[in-house]
């Protein structure tokens, strides 16, 4: 059974690399904002000190681990310059080992001050990856036998290159107060070249629009938490390739609840059906730790094939300490702390008051 899964995995690997719209689009993780770097470079430095990000993705258990992602990222925002600055380093394992994509980004953002409530964040980042495969780890069907047992040790599949280095970009904008937040990110701006072989393979220029909007039910009192409802959107373009994801969060200390929507509610001319899971989501908040768990319940053909897929995420911020003594005007977050790793109990935690447009 194990020999069967890997052969499957191998034939959706080798579809990846030898088809540049069906199979290649980016990950996409389902707590989207517990990876909010990845989103778009406009959140980078939208915390309070320092903010320390981790995330994991097994996508379809139900062949093994033959998919999954994992991301590690760091922000700062830097007062005296109105800047965040970030890093972030993502890998996308395929098949084991068979297929590995490494990238590192280094991202940048600016605030302005549009009026005393909104504010305005475009965002820059620059990244380099490499991606690399291992023929050792194929297993194509002159590798098993009729009755599925595994017979040799690599697959006769040659490749002209088993490393491709790259460098790419990307860039956005948003726009956020108290309570809402948007905005546009186009990524893979360069369009890199990834192919092993002398046939090209870019990598599709990438699309995002989001938004979303915090409604408070009922204010913080003697210091409790306020109790909130957050409805937050996702939209994805890359190559001919549409996604919405749809989401509502409800937030009481210190527990965070949700539920999303990912797919289209209809079928686009020339397209397949795009119904892809509902994720129901849950979050802890305890001091400057944040974490969350989500899985994706598959609605679309692949429900009986690849069990959905399982994430989690940690956000851990530094607060230093002379924050806690600023008397300032606290800066606005949008959607909910929680779902952006911040914590209704660090509301004195302020950053000094941002430059207006300009100044």
Same mark, same amino acid.
């Given at each position: 059974? @194990?020999?069967?899964?890997?052969?499957?995995?191998?034939?959706?690997?080798?579809?990846?690399?030898?088809?540049?719209?069906?199979?290649?689009?980016?990950?996409?993780?389902?707590?989207?904002?517990?990876?909010?770097?990845?989103?778009?470079? %406009?959140?980078?430095?939208?915390? @309070?000190?320092?903010?320390?990000?981790? @995330?994991?993705?097994?996508?379809?258990?139900? *062949?093994?681990?033959?998919?999954?992602?994992?991301?590690?990222?760091?922000?700062?925002?830097?007062?005296?310059?109105?800047?965040?600055?970030?890093?972030?380093?993502?890998?996308?394992?395929?098949?084991?080992?068979?297929?590995?994509?490494?990238?590192?980004?280094?991202?940048?953002?600016?605030?302005?001050?549009?009026?005393?409530? &909104?504010? &305005?964040?475009?965002?820059?980042?620059?990244?380099?990856?490499?991606?690399?495969?291992?023929?050792?780890?194929?297993?194509?069907?002159?590798?098993?036998?009729?009755?599925?047992?595994?017979?040799?040790?690599?697959?006769?599949?040659?490749?002209?290159?088993?490393?491709?280095?790259? &460098?790419?970009?990307?860039?956005?904008?948003?726009?956020?107060?108290?309570?809402?937040?948007?905005?546009?990110?186009?990524?893979?701006?360069?369009?890199?070249?990834?192919?092993?072989?002398?046939?090209?393979? @870019?990598?599709?220029?990438?699309?995002?629009?989001?938004?979303?909007?915090?409604?408070?039910?009922?204010?913080?009192?003697?210091?409790?938490?306020?109790?909130?409802?957050?409805?937050?959107?996702?939209?994805?373009?890359?190559?001919?390739?549409?996604?919405?994801?749809?989401?509502?969060?409800?937030?009481?200390?210190?527990?965070? &609840?949700?539920? %999303?929507?990912?797919?289209?509610?209809?079928?686009?001319?020339?397209?397949?059906?795009?119904?892809?899971?509902?994720?129901?989501?849950?979050?802890?908040?305890?001091?400057?730790?944040?974490?969350?768990?989500?899985?994706?319940?598959?609605?679309?053909?692949?429900?009986?094939?690849?069990?959905?897929?399982?994430?989690? %995420?940690? *956000?851990?911020?530094?607060?230093?300490?002379?924050?806690?003594?600023?008397?300032?005007?606290?800066?606005?977050?949008?959607?909910?702390?929680?779902?952006?790793?911040? %914590?209704?109990?660090?509301?004195?935690?302020?950053?000094?008051?941002?430059?207006?447009?300009?100044?």
């Amino acid at each position: 059974m @194990n020999t069967m899964r890997s052969y499957i995995a191998t034939i959706i690997i080798l579809l990846s690399i030898g088809t540049s719209r069906a199979f290649a689009q980016d990950v996409s993780y389902s707590q989207t904002y517990e990876a909010p770097l990845y989103v778009s470079p %406009s959140f980078t430095g939208l915390t @309070n000190g320092t903010r320390i990000g981790l @995330n994991y993705r097994n996508q379809w258990p139900g *062949i093994g681990t033959a998919f999954q992602n994992y991301a590690i990222s760091v922000d700062n925002f830097f007062e005296n310059f109105n800047s965040g600055l970030g890093l972030m380093w993502q890998c996308d394992n395929e098949g084991k080992g068979l297929l590995v994509d490494h990238e590192i980004s280094l991202l940048y953002a600016y605030e302005f001050t549009l009026n005393q409530d &909104i504010f &305005i964040r475009p965002g820059l980042s620059f990244k380099f990856g490499e991606r690399k495969i291992d023929q050792s780890k194929m297993i194509t069907y002159t590798d098993i036998t009729a009755d599925g047992h595994f017979v040799t040790g690599g697959s006769s599949i040659e490749f002209e290159r088993t490393k491709k280095a790259r &460098i790419d970009a990307s860039t956005g904008v948003m726009v956020y107060n108290d309570d809402f937040w948007g905005g546009v990110a186009f990524d893979h701006l360069m369009q890199p070249n990834t192919s092993f072989t002398d046939v090209k393979h @870019n990598i599709g220029f990438k699309t995002t629009v989001y938004a979303g909007y915090r409604f408070t039910y009922e204010p913080s009192y003697r210091g409790s938490d306020p109790k909130t409802v957050t409805l937050a959107m996702n939209f994805v373009h890359q190559y001919d390739f549409n996604q919405l994801e749809l989401g509502a969060y409800w937030y009481y200390s210190p527990i965070e &609840i949700g539920v %999303s929507y990912r797919g289209l509610f209809f079928r686009v001319a020339g397209e397949l059906d795009n119904k892809d899971a509902v994720i129901p989501t849950v979050g802890l908040n305890i001091g400057p730790l944040r974490m969350g768990y989500s899985y994706d319940l598959n609605i679309s053909d692949l429900s009986s094939f690849g069990n959905g897929a399982h994430e989690i %995420s940690m *956000i851990y911020r530094i607060i230093p300490p002379n924050v806690k003594k600023r008397s300032y005007k606290m800066k606005p977050v949008p959607c909910s702390e929680p779902i952006m790793g911040y %914590s209704y109990s660090n509301k004195t935690k302020k950053h000094a008051k941002r430059k207006g447009v300009g100044r």
